[in-house]
């Protein structure tokens, strides 16, 4: 119990030098965050392998299974963490201003709005044209393009995004995605190509609209 004690106080020290010193997006932090105890177990169990084998036994199967599980699963996770990084570090500026302009027009993630065919989007407004490229900028500073409430539905506004690049209502550029309330399955995702858009990363904005108020993590001080 001590040993995983020290080790996760050690990953975390890590964890928060490397934010110290790099800079990284609040969705990155509970990413790594979450994954703590999956690398801790992990190193756990290659410690008790490495201890197994410098004594001369043999590694079991079920030791080697879990082992595997774990490494892919911590994997799949670190490769994520990876992806949001480098979006990050790519566009700083965009990354947080898309965030920004999110928690003013929805602070609670309870908010939503019906489309003009009918069905119920959450009311992310930079999630459509999120890629960087259709961002602009202010006074030299790339910052995220948004969709107007003409988005959803016919107003007297004259454009459907800030940056005029959607034609239509309820379109989704390249890069771009959308939650849409579903009555027997809750809240999905839907992209450009119709296809369920990118992976939910744990504690953020989208994670939180699918789950009960009192089942949201804490965020990081």
Known sequence: MKL??????????????????????PQWINVAVQDLPVLTQMALNIATLVSAL???????????????NISAQASRDLNLLQTLYNEYKANPSSALSHELLEMLADPWINWCAMGSDNRIYALEVCDAVEDDRLGYKIDGVLVSDFITPAWFERTDADRLDFSQHLSKQLELARGGYISVFDPSSGWTQID??????????????????????????????
């Open 4 to 25: 995983r004690s020290k080790l996760k106080s050690l990953l975390a020290l890590v964890l928060a030098l490397l934010t110290a010193t790099t800079g990284c997006t």
């Open 54 to 68: 410098a004594s001369g036994k043999q590694a079991s199967a079920a030791d080697v299974a879990v082992i595997q």
């Open 192 to 221: 450009a190509r119709g296809a369920g858009g990118p992976r939910i990363a744990p504690g953020s904005r989208r994670q939180r609209r699918k789950l009960i108020r009192p089942a949201w993590r804490n965020s990081l001080r």
